[in-house]
């Protein structure tokens, strides 16, 4: 009689999950294999748009792109990262190809008030973060 060997696989990562420090869940999302969310605010000093795109890649967190309106303060390529400068035809600049994994595929981010609008896009909807959580640190977990 032939013995059978099941493997236990982890399950793909395929939920995107927003939670406060304390662990209250504000927003879970599906985010299968090369799905892309992009996380947008206004910037603090012009107000312009700003955005960084994640995809999830074999069930990672990968920082893929950034939109950037302008080269304001804090804005513009980083030294050490990679990526390359296009043109974006709606003004402004994408860096693209960044290719950066997130650590332990969690993102801390302080949300903003009303006036930074903190956004998330995913699937075709965009949430309004900054009516969710302004001013509180939150974690976007992909799980």
């Not at 013995?3 to 209250?24: F, K, N, S, V, W």
């Not at 003004?91 to 332990?104: A, H, K, Q, S």
């Not at 801390?108 to 609008?117: E, K, M, N």
Request: glycine share 12%.
């Amino acid at each position: 009689m032939a013995a059978l060997l099941l493997t236990a696989l982890p399950a793909a990562a395929d939920t995107l999950t927003i939670e406060t420090a304390d662990g209250r869940v504000l927003l879970t999302e599906r985010a299968p294999e090369g799905a892309e969310w992009c996380l947008s605010w206004n910037h603090s000093v012009t107000g312009g748009d700003v955005a960084d795109c994640f995809v999830n890649r074999e069930g990672r967190m990968i920082l893929s792109r950034s939109y950037l309106h302008d080269f304001s303060a804090g804005l513009g390529e980083v030294e050490g990262r990679g990526g390359r400068l296009a043109n974006a035809p709606e003004g402004g600049y994408w860096l693209e190809g960044i290719d950066e994994p997130v650590p332990d595929d969690a993102l801390p981010v302080r949300i903003g008030q009303p006036s930074t609008d903190h956004r998330l896009t995913l699937g075709g909807r965009q949430h309004r973060l900054s009516s969710l959580a302004a001013g509180k640190r939150v974690y976007l977990r992909l799980e």
